[in-house]
């Protein structure tokens, strides 16, 4: 998103330890895996899959796309109709895709091998959800956000799929455009984004499907952004991407901001449309997707990982 202007950031918030990024692939919309798309590219969703590559979406197009560690960039799936936003992986490797196309129309959750062969349709877009993002949890059921309604009708939700893949349970109901999803180490606390009211829910579970007592807490209330994807880290940090900001913030277990991440070029007002992010699983580098509105031209950013330096508590 390029408006020619940097956005401001909340007084309460500039003086955060800050992390820049930098440019590590870009992607436009004539490389040969998009197909040639029309319009303009916008990515969501990475995840590093087992074998170190990043899996993520175009939700323009409703193509999975794998960049390998060497930053070569394939297709995954190219015939799609359902939409994609977020995903995740199952135990048996399948990548998971959430069929996000429009917040009025029934969406779908569907899984496909690391080739993109043998689609299996989970949520059928009868049922009436709208799946923006999701997550596995250990016993091989996931949480998704029904990305549904708004602050005047507030009919989204947050989710639970059983692992029978058929069971689903509503978690936290009543929200307006429930976005990001995310699950501490642990499992015991799950995140969740709101982007019509602006806010990051922190769950504490006693079960897949029960809240603790006196578990369900705003942690943050977010001023100016566009709330969009969480990640979440081995220590328990969670990372939100801030559409329209270019720009993560980073909060410890319990919800307290600790960091910022910064895309470059939002100085300029360019590549503001910071939709999601993955966290290297074996190093701990961001890996941030961020969209440019200017040209039909998308970028994957890399971050250092948090570090004691980095937040200012080195010996």
């Known amino acids: 998103m390029l408006t020619g202007r940097e956005p401001n950031i909340p007084i309460w918030e500039k003086s955060l330890p800050t992390i820049v990024a930098e440019t590590w692939f870009t992607v436009t919309k004539d490389l040969a895996p998009l197909g040639g ?23 323009m197009t409703g193509r999975v796309l794998r960049l390998s560690p060497d930053r070569e960039l394939t297709a995954v799936l190219t015939e799609n109709t359902a939409g ?20 009025h129309s029934g969406g779908t959750v569907f899984a ?36 549904q309604g708004n602050n005047a009708n507030p009919t989204g939700g947050v989710y639970y799929v059983a692992p029978d893949l058929k069971t689903i349970t509503p978690i936290l109901p009543n929200l307006s455009l429930p976005n990001g999803i995310g699950l501490s180490p642990d499992e015991k606390i799950l995140w969740a984004t709101e982007t019509g009211r602006g806010l990051l829910h922190r769950i504490e579970l006693a079960g897949p499907t029960t809240i603790a007592d006196y578990g369900l807490t705003i942690a943050y209330r977010f001023t100016g952004a566009k709330v969009d994807s969480l990640r979440t880290d081995a220590n328990g940090n969670v990372y939100v991407a801030l559409y329209t900001e270019g720009r993560l913030l980073v909060f410890d277990w319990r919800g307290v901001p600790i960091a910022q991440v910064l895309i470059p070029e939002r100085k300029q007002g360019g590549f503001l449309g910071t939709t999601s992010l993955a966290v290297h699983p074996d190093t701990g580098e961001i890996f941030i997707t961020t969209n440019d509105d ?22």
Do not use: W
Not at 37 to 59: M, S
């Open 84 to 103: 994609a936003a977020g995903l995740d992986f199952d135990g048996d490797g399948r990548i998971v895709v959430a069929g996000f196309t429009t917040i």
């Open 112 to 147: 496909i091998k690391p080739d993109g062969s043998d689609k299996q349709i989970i949520i059928d877009p009868q049922v009436g959800h709208v799946p923006d993002d999701l997550v596995y949890d250990q016993h091989g059921g996931f949480y998704f956000t029904d990305m």
């Open 37 to 59: 798309v029309k319009d303009r590219v916008i990515l969501e969703g990475p995840r590093f899959d087992k074998q170190g590559n990043l899996i993520f979406v175009d939700c």
């Open 294 to 315: 200017i040209g039909g031209t998308a970028a994957i950013y890399r971050a250092d990982a948090l570090s004691a330096k980095v937040l200012g508590t080195a010996a």
